[in-house]
Nanobody
Framework: VQLVESGGGLVQAGGSLRLSCAYS????????IGWFRQAPGKEREGVLC????????AYADSVKGRFTISSDNAKSTVHLQMNSLRFEDTAVYYC??????????????WGQGTQVTVST
């Protein structure tokens, strides 16, 4: 199983950034796929999780209305579109298999992460 993120970088507050994740070696149908992030000094948190089974997406409250996830199944790639970025969005972003149960997020098969830095 391999997940490789790309697209991180430095962006000004209010700007946009698009992350990509190329995955291989696991069946997307059996797992959700999504994004987590970890800011300095904080625990890793779920951001979005796309369920292949029913097409639903779970969002962290902090990114609703600003972040969206899309998938290109032919290319085994998912994208995270981040708009209206805020300083507090600064974190290392990880692509991972995911599952959300209530308010509990579960992740696995982690990518190496990509740094997103939002400047004020």
């Amino acid at each position: 199983v391999q997940l490789v993120e790309s697209g991180g970088g430095l962006v000004q507050a209010g700007g946009s950034l698009r992350l990509s994740c190329a995955y291989s070696g696991f069946e997307f149908d059996d797992h959700g796929i999504g994004w987590f992030r970890q800011a300095p000094g904080k625990e890793r948190e779920g951001v979005l999780c796309l369920s292949r089974r029913d097409g639903s997406t779970a969002y962290a409250d902090s990114v609703k209305g600003r972040f969206t996830i899309s998938s290109d199944n032919a290319k085994s790639t998912v994208h995270l579109q981040m708009n209206s970025l805020r300083f507090e969005d600064t974190a290392v972003y990880y692509c991972a298999a995911c599952r959300v149960e209530g308010r509990q997020w579960y992740g696995g098969y982690w990518g190496q992460g990509t740094q997103v830095t939002v400047s004020t």
